[in-house]
């Protein structure tokens, strides 16, 4: 398949055409699409969610009615405080006052199986189900450095920084959660420039709501975070966006829909009832003429708390960096399906990109079986039974999505993650 984004007419066309066919299938099962296959086994599960206009897809799950649609009636989504939170109700599940999945941060899934991130190094095993987006996260920098011309190229900042370090001075840059995507974004970024992540700056963890209140108080130099954060922080006049994640990488993966694996093993029908509702909440959301409405839903009290153009913006690429650069780029809008349900198919090639990534920077071990470990999380069969069940052509799917190539240069063959690794020349490998 191609990775080039279609264009509007092209988008728009194929939209309506996955809708019509999922209507079509759906019209033909009295009791819903559900219905065609075995009853879910429980009505309901607790999903978290952060913050994030990524998470739309469960959000509209619920709001329109898709759960309730394939049968999971009783389905609590329920807002995190931070992705520490995520990780210990995740740990306790929803039977001991947690939660049995939700809204994660893609490396989280290989992050708990491996006990690396939790209580005592206790492993909680874990599946990704799905992709929930791709790109549109940003990382954004205070006002102060407006005008050493940081970009996408982050070398400006690298004599900036060094001269507030030889002052004895620290410089706190913020990331959501260690070893999380965007942990791994500002990290490729600096070292991109010539600036060691793990030497040169002092990173550390803010929660993504509270992005903007701390950079607002002088707490940080930069942030990486996801929206709608970085629009707010531009929108107040704040600071400004040096780059958006979807310009380091073209349609790179972002958060998913991870789950406990004992409560997906008890719960096979059900798991697949969630997936199918996402799927369909997916191709509403990335549907045009269904941006503002979702922005609406998205933005109201029980949901995020933020004003709509926060929002409603970048999630179609309408781009205001804060820096007097303001651009219209649909290819960097976030996308939650995309051509064929790519967004949505979880690859495993992309789950090894993680995987690779955090072994670079000594999050995960360098001798970590990171095929084993994509294998045994990644539950992309599950996603393909639950689009055979919408009458969904998934003919161009697989394991791998192909060599990715990002704005440095640099490309990553899933095939050979060791050549990638030898390619880097700022890493922190253990």
Not at 318 to 340: C, H, K, Q, S
Request: glycine share 10%; proline share 6%; aromatic share 8%.
């Amino acid at each position: 398949m191609t990775k080039h984004s279609p264009t509007r007419r092209q988008f728009l066309s194929r939209a309506a055409g996955m809708a019509a066919t999922v209507a079509a299938a759906r019209s033909l099962l009295p009791g819903g699409a559900w219905a065609a296959t075995a009853a879910p086994e429980v009505a309901g599960a607790k999903l978290g969610f952060i913050a994030l206009t990524d998470s739309a897809p469960l959000i509209i799950a619920q709001e329109k009615g898709f759960f309730a649609g394939h049968g999971m009636t009783e389905m609590l989504i329920e807002k995190q405080a931070s992705w520490g939170a995520v990780r210990d109700n995740m740990a306790l599940g929803a039977a001991g006052g947690g939660i049995d999945g939700g809204h994660i941060l893609r490396p989280k899934t290989h992050l708990y199986a491996t006990g690396k991130v939790m209580q005592n190094n206790l492993p909680l095993p874990m599946y990704t189900l799905m992709g929930l987006n791709e790109q549109a996260q940003g990382i954004s920098v205070t006002q102060a450095y407006a005008e050493t011309g940081v970009g996408l190229d982050s070398s400006p900042l690298r004599e900036v920084f060094a001269a507030k370090r030889a002052a004895g001075a620290e410089i706190p840059v913020a990331m959501t959660f260690p070893g999380g995507t965007h942990d791994l974004w500002m990290r490729y970024w600096l070292a991109a420039g010539g600036i060691d992540p793990t030497k040169d700056v002092d990173l550390i963890v803010v929660p993504p709501p509270q992005m903007v209140a701390n950079m607002k108080v002088g707490n940080m130099e930069a942030f990486c975070v996801g929206e709608p954060w970085n629009a707010q922080l531009v929108n107040q006049g704040i600071g400004f966006t040096a780059t958006t994640t979807g310009e380091m990488w073209l349609n790179h993966p972002e958060k998913i829909l991870g789950m406990r694996a004992d409560w997906v093993d008890a719960h096979p029908n059900a798991a697949k009832a969630i997936i199918m509702a996402v799927m369909e909440a997916q191709m509403w959301c990335d549907d045009p003429a269904n941006k503002d409405e979702m922005a609406q839903i998205v933005s109201g009290r029980q949901w995020y708390k933020v004003p709509v153009e926060d929002i409603a913006g970048r999630i179609k690429g309408d781009i205001d960096y804060g820096n007097g650069r303001v651009e219209t780029r649909p290819d960097l809008a976030m996308r939650f399906w995309g051509e064929n349900g790519s967004t949505s198919f979880p690859w495993k090639s992309l789950d090894t990109w993680f995987v690779t990534e955090n072994q670079r920077w000594g999050t995960l071990p360098g001798d970590l079986d990171a095929t084993a470990l994509v294998n045994a999380t990644n539950r992309s069969d599950l996603w393909l039974a639950a689009a055979a069940d919408l009458g969904l052509d998934t003919a161009a799917l697989g394991d791998s999505r192909g060599v990715e190539t990002f704005f440095d240069g640099k490309t990553f063959d899933p095939a050979n993650p060791a050549a990638y690794l030898d390619s880097l020349s700022i890493k922190a490998m253990v």
